[in-house]
């Protein structure tokens, strides 16, 4: 990390529920929330506990030169609404290819 910037991890200690317009996509005991300098706290949720039938992969990727380089899904009214880590930096391999949510509801 640079000087400045922090990520943590940790289990949530909690059940995630996550919600997109009214239909449940994703429910978890064993979440992880990842805390970072500048960013609300995410939720990522093992790829076990996500409704991935309702997902369709995204030709998008991104790149966070903390995490690493990022793979979307979406859903047909939700572009690139998750999106994972397939091989984050070493710094935060706990989140490897579990998925977080963008604008959803988690409860």
């Known amino acids: 990390m640079t000087?400045?910037?922090?990520?943590?991890?940790?289990?949530?200690?909690?059940?995630?529920?996550?919600?997109?317009?009214?239909?449940?996509?994703?429910?978890?005991?064993?979440?992880?929330?990842?805390?970072?300098?500048?960013?609300?706290?995410?939720?990522?949720?093992?790829?076990q506990d996500v409704r991935l039938d309702l997902l369709t992969p995204s030709?998008?990727?991104t790149y966070c030169p903390f995490k690493g380089t990022a793979s979307y899904w979406s859903l047909p009214d939700a572009a690139d609404l998750v999106w994972a880590y397939p091989d984050p930096k070493p710094d935060v391999a706990e989140i490897?290819?579990?998925?977080?949510?963008?604008?959803a509801e988690v409860t």
């Open 3 to 47: 000087l400045g910037h922090t990520i943590t991890i940790e289990p949530s200690g909690g059940h995630v529920r996550v919600v997109h317009d009214g239909r449940v996509l994703a429910e978890s005991d064993r979440a992880l929330v990842l805390r970072e300098t500048g960013c609300p706290p995410r939720y990522y949720l093992p790829p």
């Open 59 to 61: 030709d998008s990727h």
């Open 96 to 103: 490897k290819d579990h998925l977080c949510f963008y604008d």
